[in-house]
């Protein structure tokens, strides 16, 4: 049966000669026959040529090209696909680790797996499909994952695609055991993992080598993790030495889980506090208390519409922080929105530099940890920028 057709229009196709995986609706002319949301389709160009083959979306990304050797997408392309993915990381020893257990098994355009995520957390293996297409094939994907890391004692499959395929699904369980909660291990720091509750897979793996750097900048400091979520960046500088470390965020959930991980591993007698509040309006109130801070806010620029918005946000997070911070601070500030570039970025970090009227030096740029390669046509896949300034 033949596939539905996107023909793109002449002077269109650079991009795809570039081999960049999204395809844009406006470079399309035409389409042939009637694709549905997730749906294979053929991508040619005005001469009615093959270049691509790719899942079809309803979104102003027409579609997320998977090929563009050969138009035989089947189970041997994403078996030979998986396994390049899971042979990259046992290269770079992730599998073997033995104070670490938790990192990113398929990371979508920079494993040429456009639309699927894969975390592996200690044996449980996360799968999060961010296009309907991709979703469809997770009875596939599950075959495959349990046959190819079997190897690695993968004791379970869940799918934490509620909020990222469009139209919902259903967190669940698709094969093994299926714990309420797990325990996992970075760096020796143990933590404890609900897959239901939990943001993005359960865990923000992405910033494992930010949080080794805290650990090795806390020793005798007063630390303030904003947005701290479940507590990674607090057990780092807690096992770094840190004199007091305070997290904070807006999440009653996330502070008694982080509450949870920090007695696990440091007893209850740790120099650590978690707050419930608004990191903005709390930042008003920490005058000078603090000599290393975190800033490692949700994505606030979601997509280009929202980016104006988004860098206002930043601005102000940032200005505030550099206000408040002890002379000689340390600023560790983070975005995660893929639509904010590098400079862009740093120009906010300027601004809210200018703004507070302190001298800022950037000491280091952080990027994202590198079980999360980022593919050489898809610069966009670079979505974690950090710096680490110190604020005189």
Same mark, same amino acid.
């Given at each position: ?90 290269? $770079? ?237 340390? $600023? ?33 740029? $952080? ?19 950090? $710096? ?5």
């Amino acid at each position: 049966m033949t596939r539905p057709q996107l023909i793109i229009a002449a002077g269109k196709e650079k991009a795809l000669m570039r081999r960049h995986p999204w395809i844009f609706s406006g470079a399309v002319k035409r389409t042939v026959g009637t694709p549905q949301e997730g749906d294979l389709v053929d991508v040619c160009n005005s001469h009615g040529e093959w270049m691509a083959t790719g899942h079809y979306q309803n979104d102003s990304i027409v579609c997320k090209v998977l090929s563009f050797d050969t138009p035989n997408i089947d189970t041997d392309f994403f078996r030979d696909r998986f396994q390049s993915a899971i042979d990259y990381r046992d290269r $770079l020893g992730f599998f073997d680790c033995p104070d670490t257990n938790v990192f990113r098994l398929v990371h979508a355009e920079g494993d040429f797996l456009p639309g699927l995520v894969c975390d592996w957390y200690n044996g449980v293996l996360v799968m999060q499909a961010h296009s309907v297409g991709m979703h469809r094939l997770f009875p596939m994907l599950t075959q495959l994952a349990t046959e190819q890391l079997k190897v690695h004692g993968i004791k379970s499959v869940f799918d934490k695609s509620s909020a990222t395929v469009p139209g919902g699904s259903e967190d669940c369980y698709l094969w093994g055991i299926e714990p309420q909660e797990w325990e996992i291990t970075e760096q020796g720091r143990r933590m404890l993992i609900n897959f239901f509750e939990g943001q993005k897979t359960g865990f923000f793996i992405d910033q494992r080598e930010n949080r080794n750097l805290v650990a090795s900048l806390a020793k005798g400091h007063r630390v303030l993790n904003c947005f701290g979520y479940t507590g990674g960046f607090s057990l780092a500088a807690l096992g770094g030495g840190a004199e007091y470390v305070e997290t904070v965020d807006i999440s009653k959930k996330a502070i008694e889980l982080c509450n949870r991980n920090v007695e696990l591993n440091f007893g209850s007698q740790s120099p650590h506090s978690g707050v419930v509040a608004d990191v903005l309006k709390y930042l008003d109130s920490i005058e000078n208390r603090f000599d290393l801070i975190i800033l490692d806010p949700p994505a606030f620029a979601k997509n280009h519409r929202s980016l104006q918005h988004g860098l206002k946000g930043y601005r102000s997070i940032n200005q505030r922080a550099m206000e408040k911070i002890a002379p000689g601070g340390l $600023l560790l500030t983070f975005s995660c929105s893929q639509a904010v570039s590098v400079e862009e970025f740093k120009t906010v970090c300027f601004t809210a530099a200018a703004n507070a009227h302190r001298q800022v030096r950037i000491v280091r740029q $952080l990027p994202h940890a590198m079980d999360h390669p980022v593919s050489i046509y898809h610069p966009e896949g670079e979505y974690l920028k950090g $710096l680490l300034l110190q604020i005189e």
